[in-house]
């Protein structure tokens, strides 16, 4: 099959490459060249706004798995315009480029943010949505827009909503980085690891090269126009989290706890029942597995 991926170059996106270069023929779409040798010939410089050329990308695709996006829920809040250009747009762009060249299947990668604080736990995939940030906002419209497409000009579509993922691949100096990110950079500089406020918060972590598998079963399947999370489906605190790095690390770090952060979540987990019963799915990256791949 031909496989288009957007964001490409990003950590999602590259774990995709590597995934389904074993078995399909694939085209990446980013705005920046991949860091990653092997995958240098198969990215194009490409904006998903530009209708022309998503038109032009998208012949001949089988499915699309649509993962480029403004994700910083900061730069969301400061300029809600260029995140609902992009996220919005964009997406929008793409969904009209795919129906209008056939594609079997558009795959769209959200997140768990379009949950906001939850209601109930787990969170399963009909849970509320109500996100707090213009980037939660613009996510949920995106995937109104896939369903649309999919009612009105009979486009399938699958949505990912992913949780907490982390790799060695995700940028360390990026100051929107993942506390995963966070904890090893600090670990590897012998620095202290600080928590924020009692540790108790708890977050659903799994490995990008899982999510990565998922959305390639997903891809390779007959399962359309539905919506899953991908998660561990498990809950780990955030002191539960620094132990293993400072673990992992080899004793390098200690652990601080520092003031809460106003607004955060306390509790999150996710339902993956869904993915479970429709692709037979399941983590396979524990998260001390997932850790130590930082430092191997």
């Given at each position: 099959m031909k496989m288009i991926v957007t964001g490409a170059s990003g950590q999602l996106g590259s774990y995709l490459l590597d995934e389904?270069?074993?078995?399909?023929?694939?085209?990446g779409i980013d705005l920046v060249p991949s860091r990653h040798a092997s995958h240098a010939s198969l990215v194009q410089k490409a904006d998903i706004r530009d209708r022309p050329e998503m038109l032009r990308l998208m012949r001949g695709a089988d499915v699309v798995v649509h993962c480029a996006a403004q994700v910083s829920v900061v730069n969301s809040i400061n300029d809600p315009y260029f995140d609902l250009d992009?996220?919005?747009?964009?997406?929008?762009?793409?969904?009209?480029?795919?129906s209008r060249a056939k594609v079997g299947k558009f795959i769209f990668i959200s997140?768990?943010?379009v949950y906001?604080?939850?209601s109930s736990l787990p969170i399963g995939e009909d849970h509320p949505l109500n996100p707090k940030s213009p980037y939660g906002a613009s996510k949920v419209a995106a995937e109104q827009y896939c369903k649309?497409?999919?009612?009105?000009?009979?486009?399938?579509?699958a949505v990912v909503r992913p949780f907490n993922f982390y790799s060695p691949r995700a940028d360390p100096t990026s100051p929107y980085s993942g506390v995963i990110t966070k904890f090893v950079?600090?670990?590897?500089a012998g620095k202290p690891l600080l928590v924020e406020g009692d540790g108790l918060q708890t977050r659903d972590f799994i490995s990008a090269v899982d999510v990565a598998r998922m959305v390639v079963s997903l891809a390779r399947s007959e399962v359309k126009n539905v919506t899953l999370n991908s998660g561990s489906g498990k809950q780990t605190t955030v002191n539960?989290?620094?132990?293993?790095?400072?673990?992992?690390?080899?004793?390098r770090s200690v652990i601080e706890h520092v003031a809460d952060r106003v607004g955060d979540i306390?509790?999150?987990?996710?339902?993956?029942?869904?993915?479970?019963?429709?692709?037979?799915?399941?983590?396979?990256?524990t998260l001390e597995k997932g850790i130590g791949m930082f430092f191997g």
């Open positions: 389904l270069l074993i078995k399909d023929e694939v085209v992009v996220n919005v747009r964009g997406t929008l762009t793409l969904l009209d480029a795919a997140t768990a943010a906001g604080d939850p649309v497409f999919a009612a009105t000009k009979k486009l399938p579509y950079e600090w670990a590897k539960e989290l620094a132990e293993t790095v400072v673990r992992v690390s080899g004793g306390k509790h999150s987990v996710s339902d993956i029942a869904r993915a479970q019963r429709l692709l037979g799915f399941e983590p396979q990256t």
